[in-house]
C-alpha cells in the first residue's frame, strides 16, 4: 500500500501511519481478554479487532488497533466519548457516543477500547450495500440536529496531537485540505483542475468559526437506537476545534459520492437551506471534501473518478 502523508499521526515526535494495520493473531487476543471478560465473539476488521464482550451481564463492544498509529486515533476516539459524555449525559439527550468502560494495552502497545454495545440499525452498511435506503431519508432531521448538538457543545483539549492547537483552525483547515491535495497524484489534480477547488477553500476560510467536530460523520456511524434515540459510534477524528459544517459537509459529500445519491445530497442541503444554513461556508467546506474524495478515489484499486468529478462539478455549481 501506498504511504500517503494524508493518514499520518504524531506522537511523541514519532510520525505513525493510522490507516495501515496487521493481523493478530486472534487466539492470543481471546486469551488475553478472557482473563476478565467472557468473549462471546471476536473477529478482524480491517484496522482494528473487533469483538462482543460480556461482565456482569453488560453486553459490551472491544476495538482493538492492530497498530500504533491506530491506537493513537482509537485513543482519541476513547477521549471523545468520554469528552462528549460529561457534558451531554444521556438522560437529557436523544443522541448517544459509546460510555467507555475500560481501556488499556494489549502487547504493551496495542491501544484497545471497551464501550457498551449499541444495538439497532445503522443508517446505512455503506457501499456495498445496494438495498434502497430506508431509515436513512426518515432520520435527516435528527441527523441535522446531532451533528448541530455537536459544534454547540464546550469540548476542549481533545486529540493533543492535532496540528489545530498550535495553529488556528482555518489555517488548520487549509493545511489539512492541502495534504489532501499534495497526495493525490498530479495528472489527475490537472485533469479535474482541483486548483480551483483549493482556491475556494483558502480564499472562503475566513467564514468558518472554530467549533468540535465528530471528524467522521457518515451514515455507516449512525445507528438509529429506537424511537427516540440515535446513536454516533467511531470518534477516532474528534476534535474540539475543527471548522463549523465540518461534519454535516462530510456527511453530505458521503451520501453523494460513497453511496451514491446525488438526490439525497441534494435533499440534505435543501434541508439545511430551510435552516438558514450560511450556503458560502458550506461551500468551502464542501469543496475541500471534494478534493478529499479524489484522494479516497486514487487510494481504491481501480480508480473511477467519475462520482468524484459529478460531486465537484455539482459543489462548484452551488
Ligand atoms: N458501540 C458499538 N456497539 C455495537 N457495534 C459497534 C459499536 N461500535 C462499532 N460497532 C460495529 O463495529 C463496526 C466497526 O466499528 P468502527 O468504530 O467504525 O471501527 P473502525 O474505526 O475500524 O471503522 C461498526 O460498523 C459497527 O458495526
Ligand atoms: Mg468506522
Known amino acids: 500500500m501506498q504511504n500517503i502523508n494524508a493518514f499520518k499521526i504524531e506522537v511523541n515526535g514519532k510520525i505513525l501511519d493510522y490507516r495501515l494495520g496487521q493481523d493478530l493473531d486472534l487466539e492470543k487476543v481471546r486469551k488475553f481478554f478472557e482473563r476478565k471478560y467472557k468473549v462471546v465473539k471476536i473477529w478482524s476488521e480491517g484496522r482494528h479487532v473487533l469483538g462482543y464482550l460480556e461482565k456482569n451481564n453488560r453486553e459490551l463492544f472491544l476495538k482493538l488497533a492492530t497498530s500504533e498509529g491506530i491506537g493513537a486515533v482509537t485513543k482519541i476516539e476513547h477521549d471523545w466519548n468520554d469528552a462528549f459524555n460529561n457534558v451531554n ?48 431519508p426518515i432520520s435527516l432531521e435528527d441527523v441535522i440536529e446531532f451533528s448541530e448538538l455537536i ?66 460523520f457518515t451514515p455507516w456511524h449512525l445507528i438509529k437506537l429506537d424511537d427516540r434515540n440515535l446513536g454516533l459510534i467511531d470518534g477516532e477524528h474528534a476534535m474540539g476545534s475543527s471548522v463549523e459544517y465540518y461534519d454535516i459537509g462530510y456527511f453530505i459529500q458521503r451520501v453523494f459520492s460513497v453511496l451514491r445519491n446525488p438526490e439525497l445530497a441534494e435533499y440534505i442541503v435543501s434541508l439545511l437551506v430551510g435552516r438558514k444554513y450560511d450556503l458560502a461556508k458550506l461551500k468551502v467546506i464542501l469543496s475541500a471534501r471534494a478534493i478529499g474524495g479524489f484522494l479516497d478515489e486514487s487510494l481504491s484499486q481501480n480508480p473511477d473518478y467519475l462520482q468524484a468529478d459529478k460531486f465537484r462539478n455539482w459543489v462548484v455549481s452551488l
Open 89 to 136: 449525559p444521556r438522560a437529557k439527550s436523544p443522541f448517544w457516543v459509546p460510555i467507555n468502560y475500560d481501556s488499556g494495552l494489549f502487547d504493551n502497545n496495542l491501544f484497545y477500547l471497551i464501550t457498551d454495545k449499541f444495538e439497532g440499525k445503522l443508517l446505512s452498511n455503506g457501499p456495498s450495500d445496494t438495498k434502497p435506503l430506508k431509515v436513512l
Open 151 to 216: 459544534q454547540s457543545l464546550e469540548i476542549k483539549n481533545l486529540n493533543p496531537y492535532s496540528q489545530a492547537i498550535k495553529i488556528n483552525h482555518q489555517d488548520w483547515f487549509v493545511s489539512k485540505t492541502k495534504t489532501w491535495f499534495e497526495s493525490i497524484p498530479k495528472n489527475i489534480q490537472k485533469e479535474y483542475k482541483l486548483h480551483e477547488l483549493l482556491k475556494i477553500v483558502k480564499s472562503g476560510v475566513w467564514r468558518l468559526e472554530a467549533k468540535p467536530r465528530h471528524g467522521d
